[in-house]
């Protein structure tokens, strides 16, 4: 079993700062891929920014030179710091989690529960 625990969500006004971070324990070997998803209401859920344990980092064209996204391999923890917010980030911000359970195991996708963000104008 697998546990993401999502904190760092809230209210915050446009310009503004939130940083969320995930923790991820339980039955993993290791982790490939940590990231964060979000959906609007009404919208598909979007990629915002994904690490891999490599470090090779994706982000949305819409949050590049204001999101940062970071991990700590060694307390399997991602990171997201979200400057100068706008009302368009606003959204349920999800964890994701691409991990081996053992050394021979295929890889599995796992999902956090989300995280609220919302952006007043």
């Known amino acids: 079993q697998v546990q993401l625990v999502e904190s760092g969500g809230g209210l915050v006004q446009a310009g503004g700062s939130l940083r969320l971070s995930c923790a991820a324990s339980?039955?993993?070997?290791?982790?490939?891929?940590m990231g964060w998803y979000r959906q609007a209401p009404g919208k598909q859920r979007e990629l915002v920014a994904r690490i891999t344990s490599g470090g090779i980092i994706n982000y949305a064209d819409s949050v590049k030179g204001r999101f940062t996204i970071s991990r700590d391999n060694a307390k399997n923890t991602m990171y997201l710091q979200m400057n100068s917010l706008k009302p368009e980030d606003t959204a349920v911000y999800y964890c994701?989690?691409?991990?081996?359970?053992?050394?021979?195991?295929?890889?599995?996708?796992?999902w956090g529960q989300g995280t609220q963000v919302t952006v007043s104008s």
């Open positions: 339980g039955s993993i070997f290791s982790i490939n891929t």
């Open positions: 994701n989690l691409v991990y081996r359970r053992w050394v021979s195991s295929p890889e599995n996708n796992y």
